[in-house]
């Protein structure tokens, strides 16, 4: 049976043995890796080690929730919100989260957030990540993977904890993965990374500004990081 590793960040000591007791209650193929209410000793024990499920208390004493998404901006875990106070709730949607559950924990909204989770991860793991079959790029959010033409794609923005694809037809589409899972799985084809926020495609370059933007065929313009000028030139050169 899979498992699936998980972290508990919580600044009430009490809540997170709490929460740890209904998880293991509940799921046997979860596994509760580590437990901090030191949210900085948290955030250094995720930049080393993968997670698969982050439970995060959005209000605790050293930083809030939103400041700790900022200092772990690859974070790839699905996060589930464990907190008392409803009021950050529409802000908090904005990080792509599997839930948002007030404490008192209920066990039924518990379930219902992991349960996502757990079928997230399925997802992903079912993912090829290194190969694009028939052209066709795998772009997985929350609720299902669209398959799209890789000449397609115009380009990839990173945000803090997911990745808007914009595509020729003027679509945008949003996915879970990081940028830098995205530059593992086109490694191999036309796009290069520009900038630490953006991956191009080469074939969708409309100009190249020499005060370092290029234009792409959609007239959208992207920052090229100054150490990486030469090394595109070099390619379309």
């Known amino acids: 049976m899979a498992s699936y ?4 960040v919580d600044g009430e000591s009490k809540a997170a043995e709490i929460l740890l007791q209904e998880i293991q209650s509940l799921y046997s193929d979860i596994v509760i890796e580590a437990s901090f209410i030191d949210a900085t000793k948290a955030i250094q024990y ?23 998404f900022q ?3 690859h974070l790839e875990a699905q996060t589930i919100i464990i907190t008392a106070h409803s009021e950050y709730a529409i802000e908090a949607f904005e990080f792509n989260l599997c839930g948002y559950i007030l404490k008192p924990i209920k066990q039924a909204s518990l379930s219902r957030a992991v349960d996502r989770a757990r079928a997230n991860l399925q997802v992903k793991r079912k993912t090829v990540f290194n190969t694009i079959h028939y052209g066709k790029i795998s772009i997985p959010n ?9 000449n397609a794609i115009i380009y990839f923005e990173g ?3 997911y990745t808007n694809i914009y595509l020729s037809n003027g679509e ?28 191009i495609n080469l074939t969708n ?33």
Request: aromatic share 10%; charged share 20%; hydrophobic share 40%.
């Open 71 to 73: 200092m772990v901006p």
């Open 46 to 68: 995720l930049r080393n080690n993968k997670v698969d499920i982050l439970f995060l208390d959005i209000s605790m004493p050293q930083l809030d929730g939103f400041t700790f």
């Open 142 to 150: 929350n609720s299902s993977i669209y398959y799209v033409d890789s």
């Open 5 to 8: 590793s998980c972290v508990i």
């Open 205 to 237: 370059v409309r100009m190249y500004e020499r005060k370092g933007i290029l234009i792409m065929n959609n007239n959208v313009e992207i920052p090229v990081s100054k150490s990486e000028r030469a090394k595109l030139l070099q390619l379309f050169s």
């Open 172 to 199: 945008k589409l949003c996915s879970s993965y990081s940028l830098g899972t995205f530059k593992n799985i086109v490694k191999e084809n036309t796009f290069v990374q520009i900038h630490r926020s953006y991956i």
């Open 159 to 161: 945000r803090e904890r």
